[in-house]
């Protein structure tokens, strides 16, 4: 069995044993940035944990660590390290709204070279190898493809960590594309622009966990990335990405220059 074979049986695993049991169960708790956490974020990172290692032999960074143990690993583990958000989404999964996914990735010298993200309740597993494609439960994404203009594209947008007014502000008044989303998972809005769902995508600043899984996926379902400061997404500080992204190279070129141009 392949190893992205063993981390979907494993995530599959982990959501049923660890996860959905406590959905609409468990209260939550605030970090010290202000995020939510639950119990069953540490129980499924602490099952991936102990699980992970066992199908390739590197240890694993979590979300729920902290700071000073993610930094530690990150620069001892160049060569192989698993990148788990363990619940992404956990306001949604708090309130009973159905989109938050487990997600994992192995990355080796800065790069994703395997992603995992699951969700649960509507049983979507999606997944990606670096120079294999792209799936959701078996079948390539993208699931659809569709030339339109940009004034037609639906985008996700996450206007909360842009840092730029301008941009927040032309975004509210004349933003170039037909409609604007934003779920509450990062992860899943990869996934979901990897699938053809959404058309176009912007986040002012993704963690590491947020985005290590997802960007792979939509890349090797043919779309395109950039941060807003660097052509080459994966160059740089791990730490804190955004993202200007698209699933068709056409409409990605239309995107990354109206936002260049109004930041």
Known sequence: MQAV????????????????????RVGSHRKGDGTLFTEADLACQHALGRLLPAILPYPVLGEEMTEQEQETLWAAHPDGL???????GTTN??????YFAISVALMKNGRSE??????????????????????LNGVR??????????????????????????LTARLHSVAPCASQRNMGSSTLDWCY??????????????????YAAGCLILEEAGG??????DDDYWHGEPWKRSAVAAIDPELF??????VRANQ
């Open 224 to 229: 395109r990335v950039v941060s807003l400061d």
């Open 253 to 258: 070129e239309q995107w990354q220059r109206w």
């Open 141 to 166: 994404l993208p699931l659809k493809k569709t030339a339109k203009p940009i004034a037609d594209a639906v985008a996700s947008i996450d206007l909360k960590y842009l840092r730029s007014a301008r």
């Open 114 to 135: 395997l992603g995992v993200i699951y969700n649960p309740v509507l049983d979507e597993m999606f997944y990606a190898c670096r120079g294999e494609g792209a799936h």
């Open 93 to 98: 999964f708090v309130n009973g709204l159905p």
């Open 5 to 24: 074979e063993q981390v979907i049986s494993v995530v599959r695993e982990v959501a049923q044993t660890e996860v959905m049991p406590r959905f609409l």
């Open 82 to 88: 698993w990148v788990v958000d363990p619940i992404d």
């Open 193 to 210: 622009l990897a699938a053809g769902r959404y058309d176009i995508y912007l986040h002012g600043g993704q963690r590491l966990w947020d």
